[in-house]
């Protein structure tokens, strides 16, 4: 998997999703459940180009003895992630946004560790 691409297709897809969301909000075209459905799309999509973004780059680092090493190092951070507590801070009005933005980073981490 080339992780790097799949980070800029997501980073596209939420600038795109942002860019809908700002219009239909000047327009006042589309209800508040429909936007607050574009945010968290957005969130999603940005929770998963971060995971990717970083896959990549540990993925690209220099140094490692062999790729191997490079997918135990993703693997071992991926893992971190998916196994991380919840952390119930979260609370108001942002609360879809973020879920859907760790719902988004779990969704990748696991392609990425069935890539692996």
Same mark, same amino acid.
């Given at each position: 998997?080339?992780?790097?691409?799949?980070?800029?297709?997501?980073?596209?897809?939420?600038?795109?999703?942002?860019?809908?969301?700002?219009?239909?909000?000047?327009?006042?075209?589309?209800?508040?459940?429909?936007?607050?459905?574009?945010?968290?799309?957005?969130?999603?999509?940005?929770?998963?180009?971060?995971?990717?973004?970083?896959?990549?780059?540990?993925?690209?680092? +220099?140094?490692?003895? =062999?790729?191997?090493?490079? #997918? @135990?190092?993703?693997?071992? *951070?991926?893992?971190?992630?998916?196994? %991380? &507590?919840? +952390?119930?801070?979260? =609370?108001?009005?942002?609360? #879809? @946004?973020?879920?859907?933005? *760790?719902?988004?980073?779990?969704?990748? %981490? &696991?392609?990425?560790?069935?890539?692996?």
């Amino acid at each position: 998997m080339n992780y790097g691409q799949k980070a800029d297709e997501l980073t596209a897809r939420a600038d795109s999703r942002r860019r809908t969301l700002r219009e239909a909000a000047i327009e006042d075209s589309v209800g508040v459940d429909d936007l607050a459905r574009m945010v968290n799309d957005i969130a999603d999509a940005e929770g998963q180009a971060h995971v990717y973004a970083i896959a990549a780059h540990v993925n690209g680092k +220099d140094g490692w003895a =062999s790729q191997a090493d490079a #997918d @135990a190092a993703i693997r071992e *951070w991926v893992t971190s992630l998916l196994t %991380a &507590g919840a +952390d119930d801070t979260w =609370s108001g009005r942002t609360n #879809d @946004a973020k879920r859907a933005h *760790w719902d988004g980073i779990r969704t990748a %981490a &696991g392609d990425v560790l069935r890539g692996l």
